[in-house]
């Protein structure tokens, strides 16, 4: 394709194309994604072998920077990244100001939003090492955030963790750190956390990605389009989900454990209730994350001798789904929220934490989306419409209306 013609016409035929569901937005080298065979891979490494081999800093480095760090470059991000993991006292002071029943997503999105007044160095970044600057400062920073919000929701002291740590065991000790000083660093917890953040790491241009280049094309900050992709995660059609399977599983098992009925419920147009962590928009086999994490979770609940009701009821569902017409044809299969949110709970994160772990893993593919797509030069986001509105029409006095 000749991008370059392509960038200079605005003439000739608007697509019609609601959700853009068939409508390419950019050119792009992080993500390859084939929804009929179920294949994701991230700059041409597939999912199951970085989810199995890699660690979550190294896919960090190798999907912004396009490949896999050496243990010199690696070393040397970290450290990077560590050096910008401090976060202004005053933003504490703003997280104060939230009630702790505020949801978590909206209070990240904020803060992140936040970020900006306290390093308004970040905003202008044309040059590819004033990206790098705010890219390590958000990677150290986004965490101590997330952590933080969670802290202020239990009532516990806010704390920065210890740079001695690993990046994912540094973010397990901020959350779970007691008062005593005490939290569980099993390698369990840190290896099943490394790999739920790998999963999530990118996923081409979905909602969220899709929102913060859209936000970054017209020269917005690294930050305020990342607290706008927060934002759109949010949703439960989106990032949302994870927290409303299991709210949906907790439900069924409340309710006596019958999966056929909100089968029923889901399949019912009349009802706008869903299966949740069913469905994609891109995945009509089967999603290979869910595969994984399916995987995951049994081997989880295992190692930590835990017997979970919920994932028995997920497992019947899925069961159920696959020989019901209804999502068969459809092509309705599990995604990647069907079963990481029963990971996320046999580790102790409370269920409104889930979609903030997603945000977390989400940060560098949104980091290296927005980085391809300013140094590309892409133009400013700014689809078109086909009106279906009134024609001319004079104004009325307000006594005759
Ligand atoms: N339960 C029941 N029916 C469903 C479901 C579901 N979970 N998902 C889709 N359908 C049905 C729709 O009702 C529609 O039926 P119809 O053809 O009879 O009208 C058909 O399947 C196609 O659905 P669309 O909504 O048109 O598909 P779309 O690609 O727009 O939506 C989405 C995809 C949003 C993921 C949808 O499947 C859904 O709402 N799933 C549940 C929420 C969820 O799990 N979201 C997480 C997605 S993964 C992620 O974002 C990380």
Known sequence: ID???????????????PGYKNTGACESAITFLDGEKGILRYRGYSIEELAE?????????????????????LNKFHTDIKGQSHVDEDVKRILDGFPK?????????????????????????????????????????????????YRKRLGLPLDYG??????????????????????????????????????HADHEQNCSTSTVRIVGSSHAGLFVSLSAGIAALWGPLHGGANQAVIEMLEAIKEDGGDTK?????????????????FGHRVYKNFDPRAKIIKKAADDVLESMGIEDQVLDIAKGLEKEALEDSYFVDRKLY???DFYSGIIYRSLGIPVEMFTPMFALGRLPGWIAQWREMRLKKEPIGRPRQIYVGENLRSYVPMEER
Not at 8 to 15: A, D, F, H, I, P
Not at 53 to 73: D, N, R, S
Request: charged share 25%; hydrophobic share 40%.
């Open 3 to 17: 991008i370059k013609s392509l960038r200079s016409s605005t003439k000739g035929v608007v697509t019609l194309d």
């Open 53 to 73: 081999k890699a660690t979550f800093l190294e896919v960090c480095y190798l999907l912004i920077f396009g490949e896999l760090p050496t243990q010199q470059q």
């Open 101 to 149: 029943s505020a949801h978590p997503m909206g209070v990240l999105s904020s803060l992140t939003s936040a970020l900006v007044a306290f390093n308004p160095s970040s905003v202008n970044v044309d040059s590819e090492e004033d990206m790098y600057k705010a890219i390590v400062k958000i990677l150290g920073k986004f965490p101590v955030l997330t952590a933080w919000t």
């Open 162 to 199: 210890d740079d001695n740590l690993g990046y994912v065991d540094n973010f397990v000790k901020m959350m779970f750190k007691k008062p005593s000083g005490e939290y569980n660093s099993k390698q369990t917890v840190v290896d099943a956390l490394d790999k739920l953040l790998i999963l």
């Open 261 to 277: 009925k909100f089968m029923a419920k889901a399949k019912d147009k009349d009802d706008p209730f869903r299966l949740m962590g």
């Open 334 to 336: 599990p995604n990647v």
